[in-house]
Nanobody, 124 residues
């Protein structure tokens, strides 16, 4: 069974940067689509970014395009989310997710395994 562990969250001021990491274990990571979602207080979980197993295709939510970058290192079984120009609206718990099928998707139901999340807080 796959395990996903996120790290790198924390507190940052508006305009700052954070880099989230997600380490996968328990199965072959290379052929999986990976994604990041987030959930703010009182809101539903939403898609942030996704990347194919090769790393050549990425997809982003409109709200983070140009500010966030998803990447992966398959030999480390790790996926990253570089977050720049952070805003208070980016404050949320960020979750890593794994999809065992082809194609980047943007809904929770399309992903098969989840991490427990890491808190990101952006102050104004």
């Amino acid at each position: 069974q796959v395990q996903l562990v996120e790290s790198g969250g924390g507190w940052v001021q508006t305009g700052g940067s954070l880099r989230l990491s997600c380490a996968a274990s328990g199965r072959t990571f290379n052929n999986a689509v990976m994604g990041w979602f987030r959930q703010a207080p009182g809101k539903e979980r939403e898609f942030v970014a996704g990347v194919t197993w090769s790393g050549t295709y990425t997809k982003y939510a409109d709200s983070v395009k140009g500010r966030f970058t998803i990447s992966r290192e398959n030999f480390k079984n790790t996926v990253y989310l570089q977050m720049n120009s952070l805003k208070p609206v980016d404050t949320a718990v960020y979750f890593c997710a794994l999809r065992d099928r082809r194609g980047v998707r943007t809904t929770e139901a399309d992903f098969d395994s989840w991490g427990r999340g890491t808190q990101v807080t952006v102050s104004s």
